[in-house]
């Protein structure tokens, strides 16, 4: 095992836990049984040219990212998110492209702005304000969503501290289905995080009757909204998410027959029966393609419902890499229409843990270019640049997000590992030590400061302390060990042996493909090694 750069398999082991731990928040949802089995029966899923499959090249990326760079200059957000290329041979609607700048670009109040109004005693010019949101939202062509997207924004906190604001608004104002569907909103935030991210069997029955309670008072106040204005769609959305979660296929049913004859073309009550319709919920493609044939419906009243077209495929050929089983060649095909900004992310976040980068540097500028204020997606988009041979981009991006945000960590984490892809090792040493002196033991800064020290300047001592320090902040990961092993078999330094074995008995059943080879390495060595280990005592830190 050589001392080539490791720091970027390391990080992917990291981000690899993550996404799974992310996957397990929704396990426990059960629903759509009747309707899948029924549509089973009577279609196959849509069928998609799999002769289209291909990668991009690197010309291709070339291409977009200049096209890129030039909209990302336009001061007006709008005409910077309509300016915006689409992927390359992509056939993007205009419309869908516009309607979703749109969406994501109008002013929505936040919680803050809310909280503000209820404690000053203007709950009635609240009510106002979202009622003018609401026939907005119904009547204006560029406001699709405007509501819905308000309480996205201002009332998923699972926060019991939301609790006394709202509760004073419902107080305030007995008669708004506003009040009553923020607060049913708020309590299904509160019940999934009060179910935890656990699968269901792993999850302890004191969690799952607390979120059963939650689910119950927020189902009160979400009949309650509807009760008191049927046009109240984001009281449906919540809902349909309820029912996700615990209520069931009928109650998930019946919310969107009544949220549909509320507002047929509404995209975020189709967006959340698309998600129940997923199989891993106890649904299936059909269902997931129905959901979207139905959208399809009413697109020219709302050009966003184009966008649950890539639902079905982003699923079936699992571009967030989830059941790593991710085929890269279909993400051109998946994404021949315009996608959420999550199946974007998704799909640029598991291109990127894989070494895709061409495909992680379109998609997630893709996201870039309707939220450009994600800078977690702007930092992981960089991050990718050097790897098609645009360095000096993700540098300019470095040096305009430390401007705008001098005290953030990331942000210099961000420029030192691209000051290493420079092989700028001065510059690269002082990004990353500034970042771990913001953040002290940011396993994202050990381990390329340690790749920095073992692969661009051998200095081993360096290199060492920052090994122990990962092993002794995160002792069951194996970011630490890879390291450890790669300065003993290049300084060489005592102790391979004994770390081969501590990483074999410990990390040996990893599944992890990206580990799959160092852990066979380390057998064969070991297997070949005399008895014991007379370079050193074992894997203790001197």
Request: charged content about 20%; some cysteine; glycine content about 6%.
């Amino acid at each position: 095992m050589g001392s080539g750069p490791r720091w970027l398999l390391i990080v992917a082991i990291i981000l690899l836990a993550i996404g799974e731990w992310a996957w397990g928040i929704w396990s426990g949802m059960t629903q759509f049984h009747q309707m899948t089995a029924e549509l089973a029966k009577q279609q196959a899923p849509r069928h998609l040219d799999a002769s289209k499959l291909h990668l991009f090249t690197r010309a291709e990326v070339k291409t977009f990212l200049a096209a890129a760079k030039q909209a990302e200059a336009i001061k007006d957000p709008l005409q910077r998110c309509v300016a915006y290329p689409d992927p390359p041979r992509s056939h993007w609607s205009p419309a869908t492209v516009e309607a979703y700048c749109q969406y994501y670009l109008q002013p929505v109040l936040s919680f803050a702005d809310v909280q503000t109004l209820i404690q000053s005693g203007h709950a009635a010019d609240l009510d106002r304000r979202l009622a003018q949101d609401l026939q907005a939202q119904l009547t204006r062509p560029e406001s699709h969503g405007l509501l819905d997207r308000t309480y996205f924004s201002a009332f998923d906190d699972a926060s019991f501290d939301v609790r006394s604001t709202l509760d004073a608004w419902k107080r305030a104002s007995p008669s708004s289905a506003f009040a009553y569907a923020a607060s049913g909103w708020a309590y299904v935030a509160m019940a999934s995080k009060a179910r935890g991210g656990a699968y269901i069997r792993d999850t302890p029955q004191s969690n799952i009757d607390a979120m059963d309670r939650l689910l119950s008072q927020a189902d009160a106040d979400l009949q309650r909204a509807v009760a008191l204005d049927p046009k109240v769609t984001p009281a449906y959305v919540a809902m349909i998410k309820a029912g996700s979660m615990s209520l069931g296929s009928t109650y998930i049913q019946d919310a969107a027959r009544r949220g549909l004859a509320a507002a047929p073309d509404n995209y975020a009550i189709y967006g959340l029966l698309s998600h129940a319709a997923e199989p891993k919920w106890g649904g299936s493609l059909v269902a997931m393609d129905h959901v979207a044939e139905q959208a399809q419906a009413h697109v020219k009243q709302n050009p966003l419902l184009a966008i649950l077209l890539s639902a079905e495929p982003a699923y079936r050929y699992d571009v967030c890499n989830c059941e790593s089983s991710a085929n890269w060649s279909a993400y051109p095909l998946v994404f021949d229409n315009v996608a959420s900004t999550a199946l974007l992310s998704s799909a640029g976040y598991a291109a990127s843990e894989n070494g895709h980068s061409e495909q992680a540097a379109i998609y997630l500028s893709e996201v870039l270019r309707f939220q450009p204020w994600a800078d977690d997606a702007r930092r992981r988009r960089d991050s990718n640049l050097s790897g098609v041979g645009e360095s000096q981009m993700a540098l300019d991006d470095a040096n305009s997000l430390i401007a705008a945000d001098p005290k953030n960590a990331d942000n210099y984490q961000l420029r030192g590992t691209v000051y290493m892809s420079l092989m700028d090792t001065r510059h690269a040493e002082k990004d990353l030590e500034r970042a771990l002196a913001l953040n002290p033991d940011d396993i994202n800064v050990l381990v390329p400061l340690g790749s920095l020290y073992i692969d661009q300047t051998h200095e081993w001592d360096k290199a060492w302390d920052i090994t122990d320090r990962i092993i002794r902040k995160y002792p069951g990961g194996q970011a630490g060990w890879v390291m450890r092993v790669t300065i003993q078999e290049n300084q060489p330094r005592a102790g391979l042996n004994e770390s081969y074995r501590y990483f074999v008995s410990h990390f040996g059943n990893d599944p992890n493909p990206g580990m799959q080879w160092q852990i066979s390495h380390m057998r064969e060595l070991l297997a070949k090694a005399p008895h014991g280990d007379p370079a050193g005592k074992g894997p203790e830190s001197r």
